[in-house]
T-cell receptor
Framework: DAGITQSPRHKVTETGTPVTLRCHQT?????MYWYRQDPGHGLRLIHY???????DKGEVSDGYSVSRSKTEDFLLTLESATSSQTSVYFC????????????FGPGTRLTVL | DQQVKQNSPSLSVQEGRISILNCDYT??????FLWYKKYPAEGPTFLISISSIKDKNEDGRFTVFLNKSAKHLSLHIVPSQPGDSAVYFC?????????????FGKGTKLSVIP
């Protein structure tokens, strides 16, 4: 299994509070991604990173920010959580080589009350 | 606009029979396709992939077929086993885009009945 961990694995928070999710990899892969999974929507890309301090938006980036200060860590921040951000969040990594798959972490279940 | 479509939300198959999961795409720039398998409370795991230069790729019980003219791919599982019961996601990538992003379908839940 690819060395990807996510923390926390579960979190319950209240509307309006800031939340940060962490993804940590031990594979030294260049690319890291944040997805959310919701019933009826599959996996949707929030943000991705192609190197330290290099990030870009995905399909559903509104309300989220990211940071990558080290190769191994990719943080996803909800500045002011809303109930619509209740979801399961997955981090993924890839080497960035052409035709390489992404490897996924175990996920974080976030509930915003 | 959904670029990768899995039109069957669920599929039930008897153990030992063939499971066929379908996926359609609309973006003609997609040239690499993947299937992921997901169990509850776990992250998706890579299953099999195919490049647009091929029309078939096989790995054990799993075979993926690609029909570029129809913008359609399918995953065949033969024989199906109860442990194959999971949600299967089809994904596509445009290797020329440089971001190596994957666009996912909504998934098909496969139930293999013993």
């Amino acid at each position: 299994d690819a060395g990807i961990t996510q923390s926390p694995r579960h979190k319950v928070t209240e509307t309006g509070t800031p939340v940060t999710l962490r993804c940590h990899q031990t594979e030294n892969h260049r690319y890291m991604y944040w997805y959310r999974q919701d019933p009826g929507h599959g996996l949707r890309l929030i943000h991705y990173s192609y190197g330290v301090k290099d990030t870009d938006k995905g399909e559903v980036s509104d309300g989220y920010s990211v940071s990558r200060s080290k190769t191994e860590d990719f943080l996803l921040t909800l500045e002011s959580a809303t109930s619509s951000q209740t979801s399961v969040y997955f981090c993924a990594i890839s080497t960035g080589q052409v035709n390489n798959e992404q490897f996924f972490g175990p996920g974080t279940r976030l509930t915003v009350l | 606009d959904q670029q990768v479509k899995q039109n069957s939300p669920s599929l039930s198959v008897q153990e030992g029979r063939i499971s066929i999961l379908n996926c359609d795409y609309t973006n003609s720039m997609f040239d690499y396709f993947l299937w992921y398998k997901k169990y509850p409370a776990e992250g998706p795991t890579f299953l099999i992939s195919i490049s647009s230069i091929k029309d078939k790729n096989e790995d054990g019980r799993f075979t993926v077929f690609l029909n570029k003219s129809a913008k359609h791919l399918s995953l065949h599982i033969v024989p199906s086993q109860p442990g194959d019961s999971a949600v299967y996601f089809c994904a596509a990538s445009d290797s020329g885009a440089g971001s190596y992003q994957l666009t996912f379908g909504k998934g098909t839940k496969l139930s293999v009945i013993p």
